[in-house]
């Protein structure tokens, strides 16, 4: 008998990505379809990357080392290094296909079956899948949209600590609230971790997108943590970089990397053109960065500021990345951001939104947020919040 593993029947849906065949469907009847649904940002990769693609002149495109090429994990850790993280040698990273196997392999080294990682949620909805693919359980702490998603209290967080746990695991800054931990908040759970002697994880993907006067504080840059951190990391956002799937894990823990290289050499290797551009990026870097984070700041308000004139909507600022987690008046925000593709448009144009849900373990949570993606140009930021305030006073089930 031909049968489906029951892993594959409680694998979730991406909320970024499930609504995908609604948006289709729009589009073939001559609907534009703004995509605030996903993190895709629209400035361009660096002028070195689109260089090093076209000038790429091997006639063998090759495994690379299962650990990734020298030549970016040196340019990893002189990145790390001039961002006043110390005693980061290439022998520090993993290159990973993107953040996303970064996660995979972690949870598959640190937790056997049934064992738990707690996370603050609203968190990445892709931590459900990876979670899933490895049978181990969230213990969610849940956080508020009324105190802008701030870290719940160091006491939430103990009083989910069993002899399953395995990590606390975070999203800095965060995707999919925009909210940056303070030093303050990271050396409590620094404590907490080393109480228990449990493992601190930090998605650091977002680490370059703060429009706050704080300096971001990575959880590397505690040497107490030198065998309980690890951070994902990613070139996606940084560069613009999302369909080169190039990111890396990094801690000092010996023997998670030793555990860590075995996971690397199943798979086989990191893609060798990804890993080539993404040196170059860093090689070349200029004032990429800057230049993206004005930008993103300018997006920022003009998307709070145009939803916070539509009535009933609850929208915290965020202090990082490029998302905002908002609440809406509405009965079901998965059903309404369906409406929105199948049922409505304002002169021939609609939006496309990430329902709330997706982003929580308890997914009786989030029923009335969504959360949007401000990497549009302004005009086209403008014109969505334009769409959507129509929507929710036409929508059937907009709470008055």
Not at 26 to 46: C, F, M
Not at 288 to 294: I, K, M, P, S, V
């Amino acid at each position: 008998m031909l049968i489906l593993s029951e892993k594959s029947k409680s694998m979730p849906a991406s909320p970024i990505r499930k609504l995908v065949p609604y948006a289709d469907k729009a589009k073939e009847r001559g609907t534009k379809v703004y995509h605030l649904n996903i993190g895709q940002p629209d400035i361009e990769s660096p002028k070195a990357v689109l260089d090093g693609l076209k000038n790429f002149n091997s006639t063998i495109i090759s495994y690379t080392h299962s650990e990734g090429t020298l030549e970016y994990r040196k340019a990893l850790a002189n990145y790390y290094t001039n961002r006043g993280i110390e005693n980061l040698t290439p022998e520090n990273f993993i290159a990973t296909l993107g953040g996303s196997e970064a996660l995979l392999f972690i949870f598959g080294i640190i937790a056997n079956p049934g064992d738990e990682i707690i996370i603050p949620e609203p968190f990445y909805a892709n931590y459900n899948g990876f979670t899933c693919e490895n049978d181990v359980n969230i213990v969610p702490i849940s956080s508020a949209i009324e105190n802008n998603f701030a870290l719940p209290s160091i006491e939430e967080f103990a009083k989910k600590i069993t002899d399953k746990t395995r990590a606390i695991l975070i999203c800095n800054p965060g995707n999919p609230t925009g909210y940056v931990y303070s030093k303050e908040e990271l050396i409590q759970l620094k404590d907490l971790v080393l109480k228990h002697d449990i493992y601190l994880i930090a998605d650091e993907v977002y680490a370059e997108y703060l429009y706050t006067e704080e300096e971001f504080t990575s959880i590397l840059s505690f040497p107490e943590l030198e065998n309980n951190a690890i951070v994902i990391d990613s070139e996606s956002k940084r560069f613009s970089l999302c369909g080169a799937r190039s990111g890396s894990l990094v801690s000092r823990n010996k023997q998670f990397l030793n555990a860590a290289m075995l996971f690397a050499q199943a798979r086989l290797s990191p893609v060798e053109i990804s890993q080539h551009i993404a040196t170059l990026a860093h090689q070349n870097v200029g004032t990429y960065f800057e230049d993206c984070r004005a930008e993103y700041l300018k997006r920022r308000n003009i998307l709070v500021e145009g939803l916070k004139t539509i009535p009933g909507v609850i929208c915290p600022n965020p202090k990082g990345a490029f998302y905002c987690m908002i609440k809406l008046p509405v009965d079901n925000a998965e059903k309404f951001a369906v409406w929105l593709l199948e049922s409505f448009s304002d002169n021939g144009e609609t939006v496309m939104l990430a329902p709330g849900e997706g982003f929580y373990s308890n997914h009786e949570l989030g029923k009335q947020e969504v959360r949007l993606a401000y990497v549009l140009k302004e005009e086209d930021l403008i014109r969505s919040v334009e769409i959507l305030k129509t929507a929710l006073e036409q929508y059937p089930g907009t709470i008055k």
